[in-house]
């Protein structure tokens, strides 16, 4: 319900007039409903419109407070309505105006007897709805051409991605037990996994036009930065051979998984962790040939201004990806490849030259001690460098390098004595034994020399003391590569470590929102699901941005937890007279429910009640 202002002119005098109207639902889509006029509200502010309207509205349903002395005004208004739809016989029944009996008369209900039905979980669902809402994804699927049933159904994928994510077979089930056929107004009891898969297949086609202007309405809506792109990449694995998808092939998994086949992710994401744009490649393709690839794609669909920071790890630092950064313009900040950090093996020795980085303690928790990082700048006729060193980090480095060493070790000892015992004599495939452990181990099998000798038929193992000893030195050091000479190391060690967020991006994706493994095996409809993934990521980061504008600190799992308390059910009130009077609405949240509602802007009242009465038997 609400009140409409209505304005008439009569021979040169305005008069304004107040009614109080509700919205129905009828066969022909809702309408609008005077319940009864109110006269000339002038003398109430404005801002009491709603609080009197909901006043009205309780006491009309029997569910408001009993009136007070002072309430007169309500009394009479509650009167007016009740003789008006007592005899307006064109309301639909689920809006009848019970707890009233024939003639608008009040009915006695049997406390005793009183029970509640149909409970449904409303609060993750309701705040997902309402961003989804806010992000305008309806309009933007409009645009594309996708029908209403296809908007519809996409949105509640989405949002099972988001708050449960499961198959396709039982997200019907899980519809049904949510407070979503409340909140959408639609009837889902039908629904089967057969009404789902080609929602995926008609998302398909529009997945950069979709993504292209969710980018679009995201800036706007959070006035996000645009200097600074980062750019990562993921696998994600299969269950099932996935003959028919020529991208599912076996690479180095993220997942250790290399007995899955698999594609490979590519994401960018800007310095708040919204996603830009993503790509789906061959799970056997090598990550540094993907970069202009990407930026071709993201230039298409929201454009790169000339002069943008990208940020990507080391493994895409190689000389043709700074080429093609440089070709478009654009800055970069990686970090450089161990070759290249050995190069200022001299500069890393001692303290001289280095500035500590000056960092604000975490908002979660203040008392945490966060890493010390201490960095130098050095510039060349290119490139500005910034060598990096971490305390903490020299610990982390050593007990890595300890661990595969003494892995590699006893490998090598147990190659020995097969090789000793005549269990494998055949020069070639000791080679080869020799060649998988150094792949197994390539962060300390460079220090180590492995060759076999048939003159005495035994394993020789020489260590590199000298080039062991660099790295001992290099033990938590790393050095960062960038374009850029305007800015200090202090700002470019800041920018790179927004990489972070491209990775939480992926921890997101995988974890909270069920990315892997993936059941499908034709390539739209894993690209679809992905795609899907990614939607639902749009709204977990506007989630948490719109708490972290206000200094609040938490994340969606907490969020999500949090809201299951709110949720909707059915009221049943049995009368004296045997007729039963049903209402549907949500619980009062609780505190801190209402708290997070305030927080992000978001209606406390999940649905509208709606009433039904059901006639004595």
Same mark, same amino acid.
């Given at each position: 319900?609400?009140?409409?202002?209505?304005? @008439?002119?009569? /021979?040169?005098?305005?008069?304004?007039?107040?009614?109080?109207?509700?919205?129905?639902?009828?066969?022909?889509?809702?309408?609008?409903?005077?319940?009864?006029? #109110?006269?000339?509200?002038? =003398?109430? =502010?404005?801002?009491?419109?709603? *609080?009197?309207?909901?006043?009205?509205?309780?006491?009309?349903?029997?569910?408001?407070?009993?009136?007070?002395?002072?309430?007169?005004?309500?009394?009479?208004?509650?009167?007016?309505?009740?003789?008006?739809?007592?005899?307006?016989?064109?309301?639909?029944?689920?809006?009848?105006?019970? =707890?009233?009996?024939?003639?608008?008369?009040? %009915?006695?209900?049997?406390?005793? !007897?009183?029970?509640?039905?149909?409970? +449904?979980?409303?609060?993750?669902?309701?705040?997902?709805?309402?961003?989804?809402? @806010?992000?305008?994804? $309806?309009?933007?699927?409009?645009?594309?051409?996708?029908?209403?049933?296809?908007?519809?159904?996409?949105?509640?994928?989405?949002?099972?991605?988001?708050?449960?994510?499961?198959?396709?077979?039982?997200?019907?089930?899980?519809?049904?037990?949510?407070?979503?056929?409340?909140?959408?107004?639609?009837?889902?009891?039908?629904? $089967?996994?057969?009404?789902?898969?080609?929602?995926? $297949?008609?998302?398909?086609?529009?997945?950069?036009?979709?993504?292209? *202007?969710?980018?679009?309405?995201?800036?706007?809506?959070?006035?996000?930065?645009?200097?600074?792109?980062?750019?990562?990449?993921?696998?994600?694995?299969?269950?099932?051979?996935?003959?028919?998808? =020529?991208?599912?092939?076996?690479?180095?998994?993220?997942?250790?998984?290399?007995?899955?086949?698999?594609?490979?992710?590519?994401?960018?994401?800007? !310095?708040?962790?919204?996603?830009?744009?993503?790509?789906?490649?061959?799970?056997?393709?090598?990550?540094?040939?993907?970069?202009?690839?990407?930026?071709?794609?993201?230039?298409? @669909?929201?454009?790169?201004?000339?002069?943008?920071?990208?940020? &990507?790890?080391?493994?895409?630092?190689?000389?043709?990806?700074?080429?093609?950064?440089?070709?478009?313009?654009?800055?970069?900040?990686?970090?450089?490849?161990?070759?290249? @950090?050995?190069?200022?093996?001299?500069?890393?020795?001692?303290?001289?030259?280095?500035?500590?980085? #000056?960092?604000?303690?975490?908002? +979660?928790?203040?008392?945490? /001690?966060?890493?010390?990082?201490?960095? *130098?700048?050095?510039?060349?006729?290119?490139?500005?460098?910034?060598?990096? !060193?971490?305390?903490?980090? &020299?610990? /982390?480095?050593?007990?890595?390098?300890?661990?595969?060493?003494?892995?590699?070790?006893?490998?090598?000892?147990?190659?020995?004595?097969?090789?000793?015992?005549?269990?494998?004599?055949?020069?070639?495939?000791?080679?080869?034994?020799?060649? !998988?452990?150094?792949?197994?181990?390539?962060?300390?099998?460079?220090?180590?020399?492995?060759?076999?000798?048939?003159?005495?038929?035994? #394993?020789?193992?020489?260590? $590199?003391?000298?080039?062991?000893? *660099?790295?001992?030195?290099?033990?938590?050091?790393?050095?960062?590569?960038?374009?850029? /000479?305007?800015?200090?190391?202090?700002? %470019?060690?800041?920018?790179?470590?927004?990489?972070?967020?491209?990775?939480?991006?992926?921890?997101?994706?995988?974890?909270?929102?069920?990315?892997?493994?993936?059941?499908?095996?034709?390539?739209?409809?894993?690209?679809?699901?992905?795609?899907?993934?990614?939607?639902?990521?749009?709204?977990?980061?506007? &989630?948490?941005?719109?708490?972290?504008?206000?200094?609040?600190?938490?994340?969606?799992?907490?969020?999500?937890?949090?809201?299951?308390?709110?949720?909707?059910?059915? &009221?049943? #009130?049995?009368?004296?007279?045997?007729?039963?009077?049903?209402?549907?609405?949500?619980?009062?949240?609780?505190?801190?429910?209402?708290?997070?509602?305030?927080?992000?802007?978001?209606?406390?009242?999940?649905?509208?009640?709606?009433?039904?009465?059901?006639?004595?038997?």
């Amino acid at each position: 319900m609400y009140i409409r202002k209505s304005t @008439r002119s009569y /021979k040169g005098k305005t008069y304004t007039n107040y009614v109080l109207v509700e919205s129905v639902h009828t066969p022909k889509g809702p309408r609008q409903t005077t319940i009864c006029s #109110l006269g000339d509200l002038s =003398p109430r =502010p404005r801002e009491e419109w709603l *609080k009197l309207t909901r006043k009205i509205e309780d006491a009309l349903t029997g569910q408001g407070r009993l009136l007070e002395a002072d309430d007169s005004e309500v009394a009479d208004i509650v009167r007016r309505a009740r003789s008006q739809r007592s005899n307006a016989r064109n309301i639909p029944e689920r809006t009848s105006t019970s =707890p009233t009996g024939a003639g608008g008369a009040l %009915i006695k209900v049997d406390p005793s !007897r009183v029970s509640t039905e149909c409970h +449904r979980e409303a609060g993750p669902v309701h705040v997902g709805y309402q961003f989804w809402r @806010r992000l305008e994804l $309806d309009r933007i699927l409009s645009e594309c051409e996708l029908s209403e049933k296809v908007r519809r159904l996409a949105c509640v994928m989405t949002l099972n991605r988001l708050i449960a994510p499961c198959s396709e077979h039982a997200m019907p089930a899980w519809i049904r037990r949510t407070a979503l056929a409340d909140i959408l107004e639609d009837n889902f009891d039908s629904l $089967d996994e057969d009404s789902l898969y080609p929602v995926l $297949d008609k998302l398909h086609p529009h997945r950069a036009t979709i993504e292209a *202007k969710l980018v679009a309405r995201e800036r706007g809506l959070f006035d996000l930065d645009t200097t600074v792109f980062l750019y990562d990449l993921t696998s994600t694995y299969f269950e099932g051979l996935c003959a028919r998808n =020529p991208k599912a092939q076996r690479g180095k998994s993220s997942d250790h998984r290399e007995d899955c086949k698999q594609v490979v992710i590519g994401l960018v994401v800007n !310095r708040d962790g919204f996603p830009l744009a993503h790509e789906v490649f061959a799970g056997n393709r090598q990550h540094r040939t993907t970069l202009a690839e990407m930026l071709d794609g993201l230039g298409k @669909r929201c454009g790169i201004p000339a002069g943008t920071t990208v940020v &990507i790890d080391r493994g895409m630092a190689y000389e043709e990806n700074i080429a093609a950064l440089k070709a478009r313009n654009l800055n970069y900040v990686v970090a450089s490849r161990q070759s290249e @950090r050995d190069r200022w093996l001299a500069d890393f020795e001692g303290i001289d030259g280095f500035t500590p980085v #000056l960092r604000d303690p975490s908002p +979660r928790n203040p008392a945490q /001690k966060k890493t010390a990082i201490h960095v *130098k700048t050095r510039v060349d006729d290119e490139h500005t460098f910034v060598l990096c !060193r971490s305390e903490q980090r &020299i610990g /982390k480095d050593l007990a890595i390098r300890t661990k595969h060493e003494a892995r590699l070790r006893a490998d090598v000892d147990r190659l020995a004595k097969r090789v000793a015992s005549k269990k494998l004599v055949d020069p070639e495939k000791i080679n080869q034994a020799i060649g !998988r452990l150094k792949e197994r181990y390539p962060r300390v099998a460079r220090y180590y020399r492995l060759s076999y000798d048939p003159q005495s038929a035994t #394993l020789v193992s020489q260590f $590199d003391a000298e080039r062991h000893a *660099k790295a001992e030195q290099l033990d938590g050091c790393y050095l960062l590569k960038t374009s850029r /000479k305007e800015i200090s190391g202090d700002d %470019i060690w800041r920018i790179y470590v927004l990489l972070t967020r491209a990775e939480k991006a992926f921890r997101d994706m995988k974890s909270p929102l069920a990315e892997r493994p993936i059941f499908h095996h034709r390539e739209d409809r894993v690209e679809s699901h992905i795609f899907l993934c990614v939607l639902a990521y749009h709204l977990l980061v506007s &989630i948490e941005k719109t708490l972290l504008d206000q200094n609040i600190h938490t994340s969606w799992a907490t969020v999500r937890d949090t809201l299951k308390t709110h949720q909707v059910c059915t &009221i049943v #009130l049995p009368t004296n007279e045997g007729a039963e009077v049903r209402v549907r609405k949500a619980s009062t949240p609780e505190p801190d429910v209402q708290e997070l509602y305030k927080q992000l802007d978001i209606p406390s009242r999940a649905i509208k009640p709606q009433r039904t009465w059901s006639e004595p038997k």
